[in-house]
């Protein structure tokens, strides 16, 4: 079955940077457009980016765009998120989500792994 | 952007009875090419990520219990509940996935009165 397994995470300073990975399995990953998702600490979800299944078209949140980039590298079966001049609002837990093949629906989430952004 | 505004944020259900959420988008998730809304709810328990319930908003994921049900067109949509158990317990969230950013609501709030 569809394994998505996140790391990465941990405690940053604002203005740090830190690479989140996700390590997908049971399913052909260079198949599948992903997302990344994140949520605040009691908070709802927010969607924040996405990277087509070749990594053609990447999409994002305006609260991220140009701070943040996705990546993939399906050799590896491998998502990334480089993660760059953070911020106290940036802390969530981050989660790798699997799309489909003909719509950006999310149909499988990881554990995520948790941001802390701090002094 | 399209914002999902869900209500009620939370509600309190006898188990066995039913509980309705709702959920408007402030644009339509319908695509007239192929009369599908971009819909979906999901369903979080507490310390574990989202589970799919519902896609194209009243298509019911494999596996799902058949006393979930999603319905609505175009900019509202319900998600019902019909006979609550106790293992519903969870926030519930519809997700457009029509164009991005892609967009959540707000969430709904499900416990045991």
């Known amino acids: 079955q569809v394994q998505l397994v996140e790391s990465g995470g941990g405690v940053v300073q604002p203005g740090g940077s830190l690479r989140l990975s996700c390590v997908a399995s049971?399913?052909?990953?260079?198949?599948?457009?992903m997302h990344w998702v994140r949520q605040a600490p009691g908070k709802g979800l927010e969607w924040m980016a996405f990277?087509?299944?070749?990594?053609?078209?990447?999409y994002y949140v305006d609260s991220v765009m140009g701070r943040f980039t996705i990546s993939r590298d399906n050799s590896k079966g491998t998502l990334y998120l480089e993660m760059n001049s953070l911020r106290a609002e940036d802390s969530a837990v981050y989660y790798c989500?699997?799309?489909?093949?003909?719509?950006?629906?999310?149909?499988?989430w990881g554990q995520g792994t948790l941001v802390t952004v701090s002094s | 952007d399209i914002v999902m505004t869900q209500s009620p944020d939370s509600l309190a259900v006898s188990l066995g009875e039913r509980a309705t959420m709702n959920c408007k988008s402030s644009?339509?998730?319908?695509?007239?090419?192929?009369?599908?809304?971009?819909l979906a709810w999901y369903q979080q328990k507490p310390g574990q990520p989202p589970k799919l319930l519902i896609h194209?908003?009243?298509i019911r994921e494999s596996g799902v219990p058949d006393r979930f049900s999603g319905s609505g067109s175009g900019t509202d949509f319900t998600l019902t509940i019909s006979s609550l158990q106790a293992e519903d317990v969870a926030v519930y969230y519809c997700?457009?996935?029509?164009?991005?950013?892609?967009?959540f609501g707000g969430g709904t709030k499900v416990e045991i009165k």
């Open positions: 194209w908003a009243s």
């Open positions: 989500a699997k799309g489909l093949i003909t719509s950006y629906r999310i149909d499988s």
């Open positions: 997700h457009q996935y029509y164009s991005t950013p892609l967009t």
């Open positions: 049971g399913f052909t990953f260079s198949t599948y457009g």
């Open positions: 644009q339509s998730v319908l695509l007239s090419s192929n009369n599908k809304n971009y």
């Open positions: 990277i087509q299944y070749d990594g053609g078209n990447k």
